[in-house]
């Protein structure tokens, strides 16, 4: 109860601060409307011995069976069919927040196999996303004592307290001197000198960092994937020597055609094992939680690289043989 007490105050001081307007209608933090409370807790699941500390409504309706509630154990989200909830140590250890003009992600930090980026989206609400992140984060800091890394990208947001004036530097006096008198022609050649000379000092520096930051995506690339290069590499060799008995000579070649397919397959076998990756697991056992945790790390990319190697090689040999 104390924390609740403190997550209220926090509210209050933030209302006090950036006025009532602050918060829309939609957004019940002390007064909780009985039918809002009622839909809320049975749209989101909220158990009984849970205390309700704000509930933000994002139903088109209004009714409260869809938004984000905030509880003693965390929060609890649903929108159509995004639905998830997590519990403030959860939020403070497995995720930052980056804030957007739309939406608020909840970034998953790399390391948690079982973490994955959630999406806020509540237009209905009327709620700035910035709010909601410092909301979030210092919910995260009362009942774990833990703040969460926030990015914000929305450089359109206003700035919800008014920013410290900052101490202008003293000047100081220097003598002038008398501006050099100049024809119109001479003023108008020495603007075109000085454009040229900044246009020649600046696009070597672009190229140069155009470069860089090439050069820089392209490895940070290579090796976040230099395990699935060397999953395809292994596969594309097994199916090519698999299919030299068969075919003979002409599957030797087909591994042109078979380790990109299988790293391509090793890709979209990831991008569905975060689209159907579940938020938690329940399992009997060292040896059911070990088997869990390794399908759904690894399974689904081996089955992809895989069959992009069996079907690189099959397309190749089948064309070619």
């Excluded at 924390?3 to 006025?19: D, M, P, R, T």
């Amino acid at each position: 109860m104390e924390k609740v007490n403190e997550f209220n105050s926090f509210i209050q001081g933030l209302i006090e601060a950036n006025g009532v307007k602050i918060f829309g209608k939609r957004i019940h933090w002390k007064n909780f409307p009985e039918k809002i409370a009622a839909n809320a807790v049975k749209g989101l699941n909220i158990p009984g011995n849970e205390s309700m500390m704000m509930f933000i409504d994002a139903s088109i309706t209004g009714s409260g069976k869809e938004g984000m509630a905030l509880t003693n154990w965390g929060v609890r989200y649903k929108e159509d069919a995004n639905a998830w909830n997590l519990t403030w140590s959860d939020l403070s250890e497995k995720y930052s927040f980056i804030i957007r003009a739309k939406s608020l992600l909840l970034q998953a930090k790399p390391g948690d196999d079982f973490a994955v980026n959630k999406e806020v989206n509540m237009a209905l609400a009327f709620i700035n996303y910035d709010i909601l992140a410092r909301i979030l984060s210092k919910s995260c800091q009362i009942f774990t004592g833990k703040n969460v890394e926030t990015v914000n990208t929305n450089t359109s947001n206003v700035p919800i307290s008014s920013p410290a004036v900052p101490i202008q530097p003293e000047l100081t006096q220097t003598p002038s001197k008398a501006p050099e008198q100049l024809s119109n022609f001479q003023k108008a050649q020495k603007e075109t000198s000085q454009v040229k000379d900044a246009r020649e000092e600046e696009e070597p520096i672009n190229l140069q960092n155009n470069r860089r930051s090439n050069m820089s995506d392209s490895n940070s690339f290579l090796k976040s994937n230099i395990g699935a290069i060397i999953i395809s590499l292994v596969f594309s060799v097994f199916y090519c020597a698999i299919m030299y008995e068969k075919s003979g000579a002409v599957a030797v070649p087909s591994f042109i055609l078979a380790f990109p397919l299988s790293f391509v397959g090793w890709i979209l076998g990831n991008k569905l094992r975060l689209l159907l990756h579940p938020d938690f697991i329940i399992t009997s056992g060292f040896m059911g939680s070990l088997k869990e945790k390794f399908f759904w790390r690894f399974v689904p990319q081996l089955i992809g690289s895989f069959i992009g190697a069996m079907a690189g090689s099959g397309i190749f040999c089948s064309i070619f043989g």
